[in-house]
C-alpha cells in the first residue's frame, strides 16, 4: 500500500484503472468494497491526509450512524472496528428554556443511533485502507478537468502545481456536495441540477468534559435546545465533551448578523440556553474562530456516464443533516451497488451503473424531503407537549398493531430493508392518519376509547392511496 502527498502514481493494473474521487467516509467506503471484490483502485483526494494534518476545526457535524450505515460497514467487515469510536444514543433529551427536560425514545428498547466523529471514523476507514495492498491513495490531488469521451483525468498536485493526467476504465465521484466530477457530468446535453440553500447557516461549539472526563448531561442521548426558529443540538464525543451546533438563521433579530461582539453572543446565550452556558467555556472564543457553515440540498441526474462514471454519496445527493442520514445514504450507495455488482457481474457495468442510479435516486430525493421534513419538527415540534403526546399514541399504536404501524424515524433509521422512499409514502400516510386521531385524544388514557380504537382500526384497514414523494 502507498499514500503519498507528493504526487501521483502509476495504475496498478493498466488493463483496469479503476479510479474513486474523494476519501472521504463515502469514497473511502467505496475503495473498501472495490478492492474486497479483488480490484486494483487508485484514490485521489483534493485535500491532505487527516491523519498527518489533523482536522480543521469547527467545520464538521458529528454523525449518527444508523443501521444502513452499519449495514455498509458490515459489507466490507469494518462494522466492529467502527463501534469502537461510537457513543450510543437511545433517545432525545430536549432542553426547554428553563433547563427542563423531556424525553423521546429514538426507537424500541435497546435500538440506539451512534455518535461518531465525522474525522475519527474518515481516519479509522483510512487505516483499514492502509491494509488494502491493492488500494493506491494520493492526498492533495486536484481535478482540473475529466476528459470523460477519452477516459482521462487532468489534475493537478496542490503543493507544486505540477499538472498531470492519469488514465482510467473507470471512474467514482465520491467528492462531496461540490463535486469536480459532477460538475463535468454538468456540461453534458439534458443534465438536471438544482442546488437549494437554507436561509440557516451552522456553527460548531463544544459542551466541556467534567472532571477526569466525565459527562456532564446524559451520555447516551442526543440532546437538543428548540427554540422554535432555530435550534441547538449535542452529540456525545469519548472524551466526555459533547459537540454542540447551533443552526440559526444568518438574517434577523436573533441570527448570526445580530451577534456581532464577545457581549452580544454571551448575552444571547445566558438568555436562550442558561443550562448550557455553564458547560461552554469557550463559547465565545469558539463562536468567532469557527466558521459559518451553510446547508445545501443538491439534486441532480443523470449520476452515470455510459458505463464509465458514476457519481456516489453526497456528489450525487448532498442533503441537509437533520435526520442523521447523509453518511447513512452514503454508505447506502456502497451497499447497493456492491448488491448489483453480485447480481450482474463486472462484466455488465453498464447495466450496473444504470440501475442503481433508477433505483437510488427516487430514494434520494424522499430522503432530501425527510431531511428538511425533520428539521422542522426538531426545531419548532419537539417541545410542543401535544407533539410529545402524539408520539406517545403512536407508539400505543404501533404495540397494539405490530408491522401494521411503524414510526416514520424507525422506517428510516432502525429498517434498512425499507426503502427511504417508502418509509417517506409509508409515514405521511401515518400522519394523516394522526390528524384524524389526535382532535379525540386530550390524554394517553383517551387512546382507550372505543371511538379512537374504531377510527385507529378503520383507518389501518383502508386501502393506501399513492402518495407523492
Known amino acids: 500500500m502507498i499514500i503519498t502527498d507528493s504526487g501521483p502514481l502509476e495504475p496498478a493494473n493498466q488493463n483496469e484503472p479503476l479510479v474513486v474521487m474523494g476519501?472521504?467516509?463515502?469514497?473511502?467506503?467505496?475503495?473498501?468494497?472495490?478492492?474486497r471484490r479483488g480490484h486494483p483502485v487508485q484514490v485521489f483526494e483534493r485535500l491532505p491526509d487527516p491523519r498527518q494534518q489533523g482536522l480543521a476545526g469547527g467545520r464538521s457535524i458529528n454523525l449518527a450512524l444508523s443501521d444502513r450505515?452499519?449495514?455498509?460497514?458490515?459489507?466490507?467487515?469494518?462494522?466492529?472496528?467502527?463501534?469502537?469510536?461510537?457513543?450510543?444514543?437511545?433517545?432525545r433529551v430536549m432542553h426547554d428554556g428553563a433547563g427542563a427536560l423531556t424525553f423521546q425514545p429514538y426507537g424500541q428498547e435497546n435500538q440506539a443511533i451512534y455518535s461518531i466523529n465525522r474525522g475519527s471514523l474518515?481516519?479509522?476507514?483510512?487505516?483499514?485502507?492502509?491494509?488494502?495492498?491493492?488500494?493506491?491513495?494520493?492526498?492533495?490531488?486536484?481535478?482540473?478537468?475529466?476528459?470523460?469521451?477519452g477516459r482521462r483525468l487532468h489534475l493537478q498536485d496542490v503543493a507544486s502545481h505540477r499538472e498531470y493526467e492519469v488514465a482510467y476504465e473507470r471512474l467514482f465521484g465520491a467528492d462531496g456536495a461540490f463535486s469536480a466530477v459532477r460538475g463535468a457530468l454538468q456540461r453534458l446535453d439534458r443534465t438536471d441540477y438544482s442546488q437549494q440553500y437554507l436561509e440557516y447557516g451552522y456553527k460548531e461549539l463544544t459542551l466541556a468534559a467534567g472532571v477526569g472526563g466525565s459527562w456532564q448531561i446524559e451520555k447516551n442521548?442526543?440532546?437538543?435546545?428548540?427554540?422554535?426558529?432555530?435550534?441547538?443540538?449535542?452529540?456525545?464525543?469519548?472524551?466526555?465533551?459533547?459537540?454542540?451546533?447551533?443552526?440559526?438563521?444568518?438574517?434577523?433579530?436573533?441570527?448570526f448578523a445580530a451577534l456581532q461582539t464577545p457581549a452580544d453572543v454571551t448575552a444571547f446565550f445566558q438568555v436562550t440556553f442558561p443550562d448550557a452556558v455553564p458547560l461552554m467555556p469557550q463559547l465565545t472564543d469558539e463562536f468567532f474562530d469557527h466558521p459559518t457553515g451553510s446547508l445545501v440540498t443538491i439534486r441532480?441526474?443523470?449520476?452515470?456516464?455510459?458505463d464509465s462514471v458514476l457519481l456516489l454519496g453526497d456528489a450525487a445527493h448532498a442533503i441537509l443533516p437533520f435526520y442523521g442520514q447523509g453518511m447513512n445514504a452514503g454508505f447506502e450507495d456502497c451497499t447497493v451497488l456492491n448488491q448489483l455488482l453480485e447480481q450482474?457481474?463486472?462484466?455488465?457495468?453498464?447495466?450496473?451503473?444504470?440501475?442503481?442510479?433508477?433505483?437510488?435516486?427516487?430514494?434520494?430525493?424522499?430522503?432530501?424531503?425527510?431531511?428538511?421534513?425533520?428539521?422542522?419538527?426538531?426545531?419548532?415540534?419537539?417541545?410542543?407537549?401535544?407533539?410529545?403526546?402524539?408520539?406517545?399514541?403512536?407508539?400505543?399504536i404501533a404495540a397494539q398493531y405490530p408491522g401494521q404501524w411503524v414510526p416514520l424515524y424507525s422506517r428510516v433509521t432502525f429498517s434498512p430493508d425499507t426503502s427511504y422512499a417508502d418509509a417517506w409514502a409509508a409515514g405521511q400516510r401515518q400522519?394523516?392518519?394522526?390528524?384524524?386521531?389526535?382532535?379525540?385524544?386530550?390524554?394517553?388514557?383517551?387512546?382507550?376509547?372505543?371511538?379512537?380504537?374504531?377510527?385507529?382500526?378503520?383507518?389501518?384497514?383502508?386501502?393506501?392511496?399513492r402518495t407523492s414523494c
Not at 476519501?23 to 478492492?35: D, Q
Not at 450505515?69 to 433517545?91: E, K
Not at 422554535?228 to 452529540?235: D, E, P, W
Not at 400522519?431 to 389501518?460: G, S, Y
Open 221 to 255: 442521548a442526543l440532546h437538543i435546545w428548540p427554540r422554535g426558529n432555530f435550534l441547538m443540538i449535542a452529540l456525545p464525543n469519548l472524551d466526555g465533551s459533547f459537540n454542540a451546533t447551533l443552526f440559526f438563521p444568518y438574517e434577523g433579530d436573533k441570527s
Open 300 to 306: 441532480c441526474f443523470p449520476w452515470a456516464y455510459h
Open 122 to 149: 474518515n481516519v479509522a476507514l483510512l487505516n483499514l485502507i492502509a491494509q488494502e495492498p491493492r488500494v493506491q491513495v494520493t492526498f492533495g490531488q486536484k481535478l482540473t478537468q475529466l476528459d470523460m469521451p
Open 23 to 35: 476519501a472521504g467516509l463515502v469514497g473511502s467506503l467505496l475503495t473498501l468494497y472495490l478492492a
Open 344 to 396: 450482474h457481474g463486472e462484466a455488465n457495468w453498464d447495466r450496473v451503473l444504470n440501475e442503481f442510479e433508477h433505483q437510488r435516486k427516487p430514494n434520494t430525493d424522499a430522503m432530501a424531503d425527510l431531511a428538511l421534513h425533520n428539521f422542522v419538527e426538531m426545531r419548532d415540534r419537539v417541545a410542543d407537549p401535544r407533539f410529545l403526546l402524539q408520539k406517545r399514541i403512536e407508539s400505543k
Open 69 to 91: 450505515g452499519w449495514r455498509g460497514l458490515a459489507g466490507v467487515g469494518v462494522a466492529d472496528d467502527i463501534r469502537q469510536v461510537g457513543i450510543p444514543m437511545y433517545r
Open 431 to 465: 400522519e394523516a392518519i394522526m390528524t384524524r386521531v389526535m382532535p379525540l385524544i386530550t390524554n394517553e388514557v383517551d387512546f382507550e376509547k372505543p371511538e379512537v380504537q374504531a377510527l385507529i382500526e378503520q383507518q389501518l384497514n383502508r386501502p393506501a392511496t
